[in-house]
């Protein structure tokens, strides 16, 4: 079962933050999960929230600020003063900081509330750009997005977000068509995850932070999982070969 750093080791550091993929990059870990919104100006920006009031000294939605707006706000102090003056990177800050690892990168297009026009085929841009498209998977809730960009990149993996239960996982990701199901912790444990599994889906699940949990998701022949405490997990897993 291999392990993904959710938001990069988030926590331990400031979630979405370079402060946090340094800390990620550092571990011998499978791969790191970042999510990417869209500025006033059209740049792409990592950070999970729609809006900015959580996880910075300022207010409002990432839509309607441009990036010089949003980079006048600490992103790291809320989290601890050690992390203060931390800025929101862009998704080329961060894809550069994993440009020399191994690690598989899943970028999530977090477009299930504000539809970003573009979203998809500027973050494409930038995997090309960089040649990783053999270390990437593209995820989203916005399953309208992710064929779109399956249409558009049949070459790149291209993954499910669901926190629900579905009635037949397999046939309705093959249906998209997506490469794998990426599946909120309660849903995964649900008869849903072992049918896909056994049909050939590839599962990974989110957000795990217990060992309970880990043992429990191992049993059942999950392929990964999202955590914000890769180290903890890496204790229980093992490092990745």
Do not use: C
Not at 41 to 46: I, K, S
Not at 99 to 125: A, M, R
């Amino acid at each position: 079962m291999k392990i993904y750093a959710h938001r990069g080791s988030s926590g331990t550091h400031p979630e979405n933050t370079i402060a946090a993929f340094k800390a990620a990059a550092k571990l011998p870990i499978f791969g790191v999960e970042l999510d990417v919104h869209l500025t006033k100006d059209g740049e792409l920006v990592v950070i999970h929230d729609e809006s900015i009031d959580r996880t910075s000294t300022g207010t409002g939605n990432v839509k309607d600020l441009s990036l010089a707006e949003l980079r006048s706000y600490d992103y790291g102090s809320w989290f601890s003063s050690e992390f203060a003056n931390e800025s929101i990177p862009t998704l080329k800050e961060v894809l550069h900081v994993f440009k020399d690892t191994s690690h598989h990168i899943n970028i999530e297009l977090k477009s299930d509330i504000f539809p970003y026009e573009g979203l998809g085929n500027k973050v494409l841009h930038e995997i090309e750009s960089l040649g990783i498209a053999d270390r990437v998977v593209v995820s989203s809730f916005d399953h309208e997005a992710i064929r779109e960009f399956k249409k558009s990149a049949p070459h790149i993996e291209v993954a499910l977000l669901t926190m629900e239960v579905l009635v037949d996982a397999y046939d309705y990701a093959r249906f998209i068509p997506a490469d794998a199901l990426h599946i909120f912790l309660p849903a995964a444990m649900r008869k849903m995850t072992k049918e896909a599994l056994l049909k050939g889906s590839i599962i990974r699940v989110f957000t795990v932070n217990e060992i309970e949990h880990a043992q429990a998701l191992h049993e059942i022949g999950v392929h990964a999982i999202f955590t914000d405490y890769p180290e903890k997990m890496m204790d229980f897993i093992g490092p990745h070969n």
